[in-house]
């Protein structure tokens, strides 16, 4: 008798298994976000990026989840947030959380996406594979050596600010200089338009790289959550 048992105390293992694996791949896969081929027409989501991921995933921090002294319909409120230290926003638990406003990738006001690189936000101004920005950078007046020997004591560091064109490599994240160097490395990632590039003179280099992105960015779209 006990060996019947046991017979069928297996069995019932084997049929409950089958039944079980049965329900979960008979139920619905959890609903997937819709992709979109990025447009001029496309409309982002307002809010604050921690992260390059978040932007992304088209994925904020909502304006309605800051909690800020201001109109929040103002179109200029996240500007006003992040022009302050840090910030204070509820998360996903409904925990009000403080976070330092330079560590943040960036944000979206009304559709636009601006960048925390340099000394402020940049709006990007070409969003695609190859997405292109200009940004304000500090740079130190004169020549020093690393421990700032030749530095005159108590004499404080001098900087003068420049304009730079930036790209920001999608498949990455990477913030590069637009340069010849970095696009010809994202570039060969598409053989066709890389050796067409390879085959330009020096100056002919020089002179298309916006050519080449926007010839990249038109072969190699890129899709965002709706």
């Not at 402020?120 to 070409?126: A, Q």
Request: aromatic share 18%; glycine share 6%; with cysteine.
């Amino acid at each position: 008798m006990i060996g019947i048992h046991q017979k069928w105390t297996g069995a019932w293992k084997y049929i409950l298994f089958f039944l079980t694996l049965s329900v979960y791949t008979s139920m619905p896969l959890c609903a997937q976000p819709k992709l979109v081929q990025y447009d001029k027409d496309f409309s982002f989501r307002d809010g604050i990026y921690f992260t390059f991921a978040d932007f992304k995933n088209n994925n904020p921090i909502p304006p309605s989840k800051i909690i800020f002294n201001s109109n929040k319909n103002d179109k200029d409120f996240l500007k006003y947030v992040l022009s302050k230290t840090s910030f204070t926003y509820i998360d996903g638990f409904g925990k009000e959380v403080v976070y330092k406003s330079e560590e943040i990738w960036g944000y979206c006001s009304n559709g636009v996406i601006y960048i925390n690189h340099g000394v402020d936000y940049s709006r990007v101004t070409i969003i695609g594979s190859i997405s292109h920005f200009v940004a304000t950078i500090p740079m130190r007046v004169g020549v020093s050596d690393p421990f700032y020997n030749n530095q005159p004591f108590g004499e404080r560091e001098q900087f003068t600010y420049v304009s730079e064109q930036f790209i920001i490599d999608f498949e990455s994240g990477k913030v590069l200089l637009f340069n010849v160097e970095n696009i010809e490395v994202l570039l060969s990632r598409d053989e066709a338009l890389y050796k067409e590039f390879l085959a330009l003179k020096k100056k002919q280099k020089r002179n298309s790289i916006f050519l080449y992105m926007r010839k990249y960015n038109e072969k190699h779209a890129v899709f965002f959550p709706a």
